[in-house]
């Protein structure tokens, strides 16, 4: 699959902003499925480390909601994760860590509580290049 030259989450952009207030202050984190650019669900994964300057993901929780993304005949569009703290920009532990090719990695920042931020970031061998992320709709 090509990089993504935008990534349309319209539909589940209110599912995620309400999953990273629910797990505020320790950083959510889910995987965002597809086609075409356009996100169609959001899954919540837990945070195993319960930080809040990082997040991981459960192995084995990954592989079960992988196999139902296939199964619906949808892609994997993106990594979310939340900054409590910080803005809605890669950290450098973000990118040492950004090991999923091919998806863009949504940051929603809570700093400001009633005005989340979301950004999108294509995370390739240290190299970050932004991705817009259009609430709106498609062209």
Do not use: W
């Amino acid at each position: 699959m090509a990089a993504m030259s935008r990534l349309f989450i319209k539909k589940i952009i209110s599912e995620m902003i309400a999953h990273a207030r629910r797990e505020a202050p320790i950083e959510a984190c889910g995987i965002i499925a597809g086609k075409d650019g356009v996100a169609e669900k959001y899954y919540e994964m837990a945070n195993t480390d319960k930080s809040d300057e990082h997040y991981l993901m459960d192995p084995e929780e990954q592989f079960k909601i992988m196999k139902v993304i296939r199964g619906l005949g949808l892609e994997i569009l993106g990594i979310f994760h939340s900054h409590t703290k910080t803005p809605a920009r890669p950290s450098k532990e973000d990118i040492r860590f950004a090991f999923t090719e091919d998806v863009v990695y949504l940051i929603t920042s809570l700093m400001e509580t009633e005005r989340p931020v979301t950004n999108g970031f294509i995370i390739e061998e240290g190299n970050i290049t932004e991705v817009p992320v259009e609430v709106g709709e498609m062209p």
